[in-house]
């Protein structure tokens, strides 16, 4: 309904309709009473989400590809026209297809990954999801051109009319007018539609968990409260969501929103991630880390490859070249409609878009080195107003003294004493050491900074589990 609104002026919003409002307001339930557990909950609804779609497209496949015309679209689908290729947008929107097929700085891996055990091999996982979003990609592919060919074949029309379709308006409207054409039509919509919407529903889960997952972290008084968590989060996501049940044409919304939000401010946000693991953490100490996790520097020389060189020059890359060619947005004519442009305005709405994406980096950043600053400044006075001893760590002496606004940041790219999953029976060594502490005094918070608690620099962990190879896989006691 909402692909067939007449308006097709990203100006004309007018109210929420009251049929897709209800219906948005459904799936937000569902989203809700499906997460309100974690993954416990989930994890079991995702095994419907994950397994049926695989099974509509297998069928679907084979019914589309006995039908006439289908090795029409078929060859439309696999036969590369080089002209295309040539061009630097088409790799630009590939690009920002893999950030949205793989879910890649959204935060929902992120998010689903703090469930996993500690040693969990999460390089095999990252190779197993990674091959499977590649294969679901092209088996996706032959079902929708074998289906399009053969609708053109019925219509005598051009696979090319059907096949430059895209987002809502190929799978709303295209592939269902051709889903209509075939014999036992009502079945395979059914089918259709229910794949779409086990879709729909399991990447609204891993979104709704970014969120739900930050605040829980980030504010642990509310680890006892998940329910009205993930109640709150709901609501708010649904009033976000109502103008996309507005009368403007829902393409039109769309394509303004995933323009700004996900061409361009996902890459960036991409080029953050990967550069603060690679050059600020130090890579060093990640791949030490990796080795405490699974007992071997997993993949080290390909992940310097593409961590350290070529995912950020190519992030850089596209970022730039969508700066430098950005232009006003329109729309092309298609599916009864005329060519649109955009508003002058909607410009300025689109980098406001931007900006709220990724201004929370540095504004983090920021405000954690204001708090280490002032947390050294009041560890400075501690020490200079307290008795002083000689019964100090003989490590603190080694320790050069550097500027606070230094030291500062030095601190604020250090890892916590409390990262990592929070089970203890997964730390050894000085990890569950440090897991044992609750003091807040400063002077105690001082001796955990003088004692790196990564990998990189971690001599408790070496002699527990590198040098003894007898050591015990649990916590050791330490009083």
Known sequence: QLLLNKSNKFEDFGRPRAYPAVSLLLAWIIVGACIIRGVKSSGKVAYFTAIFPYIVLLVLIIQSSLLNGAIQGIKYYVIPRWELVAKFETWQAAASQVFFSLGLSFGSLM?????????????????????????????????????????????????????????????FITYPEAIAH???????????????????????FALTDVPITSILELFPRFKSQRELTVIITCVVSFLISLPFTCPVRIEVFLNFISEY????????????????????????????????MLGKRAAEYYLFLTWCILSPIIMLVITFSNLLTSKQMSNGAGAG?????????????????????????PLLFIINYIQEYFSLRR????????????NGSPDDNNYPEKPRYIEAFTQNNAPRYDWGPKKSINHIGLYAYLKTVESKDAIVLDRITNVSNDGYSNRSYQEDCISNKNAPQTPIERH
């Open 111 to 171: 998010a689903y990954s703090a469930s996993n055990k500690f040693n969990n091999n999460f390089f095999r996982q990252m190779c197993i999801v990674v091959s499977c979003d590649c294969f679901t990609g092209v088996f996706a592919g032959f079902a929708v051109f074998a289906t399009i060919g053969y609708l053109s074949t019925e219509l005598k029309e051009s696979v090319s009319k059907y096949a430059d379709a895209s987002g809502p308006g190929l799978a």
């Open 182 to 204: 075939m014999p036992a039509s009502s079945l395979f919509s059914i089918l259709f539609f229910l794949m779409l919407l086990a879709l729909g529903l399991g990447s609204q």
């Open 261 to 292: 939000r996900t061409n361009i401010s996902m890459v960036v946000v991409g080029f953050f991630e990967v550069y603060v693991i690679a050059y600020v953490y130090g890579f060093n100490r990640f791949m030490n880390d990796v080795k405490m």
């Open 337 to 361: 409609y005329e060519a649109y442009v955009y508003p002058g305005w909607s410009t300025i709405v689109g980098w406001c878009i931007f900006v709220a994406c990724i201004i929370p980096i």
């Open 379 to 390: 560890k400075e006075i501690i020490r200079s107003t307290g008795p002083s001893t000689d």
